[in-house]
């Protein structure tokens, strides 16, 4: 398996190496692909900030507004760009994944629009790794997904659909808002275990304890934030119960390493 992107690959990154990597541990290969925003409002710094080794962090890709390219580290190599994570038994999600930053102003900057041109980009980059690494759709996941509540990126207005139309992702329309029961912070009860087991079916690390705590509403607000981004606000109403429910059904069966 090639380092970098393959020769057919319709992305063309130059190298631009940062020394932030390592051995990723016990053999482990790329299985996963996590999703990230800069956060920052001058891509340039960002850039630096990923090579900087005073920061500790990296990630493999980072693709500017305009749509550009850059490899930072190896695919081989660990790059530190998830931090403590956990996805489906996975808590070393720097040794399995392939991270891609996303210049984007994020959250602190008012959630902007992803351009089209760098959207192209991350659609191409996104298919060509899913395609040569064999990685599952539930296995293409933003920041927030892998680090509920500690990390926001990349976003309620990242176009996951698009990436679904692409081939990339797993995605299901979301429900209809509609007034109904629901459940919040404090809740308790078979209902809570229910959906604690829904989540932690898909993916998601909670624990299964009937109670819906703050723990809970964090992975709630994580999953409405990839897969129900109309309203993120750790409520778990129909809609997000319903679009939830929908996941796990439509879920594609795993790609075979």
């Not at 038994?89 to 992803?114: M, R, T, V, Y």
């Not at 192209?120 to 064999?134: F, H, M, N, P, Q």
Request: aromatic share 8%; hydrophobic share 40%.
């Amino acid at each position: 398996m090639n380092a970098s992107l393959s020769p057919e690959s319709p992305v063309a990154a130059k190298v631009f190496p940062s020394p932030n990597h390592g051995e990723r541990k016990d053999g482990q290969r790329p299985n996963m692909l996590v999703l990230h925003y800069t956060g920052m409002p001058d891509e340039g710094e960002a850039l630096q900030w990923l090579c900087n080794p005073v920061s500790q962090v990296s990630a493999h890709y980072f693709v500017f507004g305009d749509g550009r390219v850059l490899q930072l580290v190896p695919e081989s190599r660990r790059a530190w760009h998830a931090g403590v994570s956990f996805w489906d038994g996975d808590a070393d999600i720097n040794s399995c994944s392939i991270g891609i930053e996303i210049a984007n102003l994020g959250h602190p900057g008012g959630l902007p629009a992803f351009p089209d041109a760098q959207m192209e980009s991350v659609t191409a980059l996104t298919k060509d790794l899913a395609s040569r690494w064999r990685i599952p759709a539930t296995r293409v996941l933003g920041h927030s997904d892998v680090a509920p509540g500690r990390k926001l990126d990349p976003g309620e207005v990242f176009p996951w659909e698009r990436l679904h139309r692409a081939g990339v992702g797993h995605w299901v329309p979301s429900a209809a808002m509609k007034d109904g029961r629901f459940f919040s912070r404090g809740d308790q009860g078979m209902p809570i275990e229910a959906l604690q087991a829904m989540l932690a079916m898909y993916g998601y690390g909670l624990k299964i304890t009937g109670v819906f705590d703050e723990n809970t509403e964090k992975v709630v607000a994580a999953f409405q934030r990839h897969f129900r981004p109309e309203r993120v606000d750790g409520v778990a109403d129909a809609s997000t119960i319903t679009t939830l429910r929908d996941l796990i059904a439509k879920r594609p069966a795993s790609v075979a390493a």
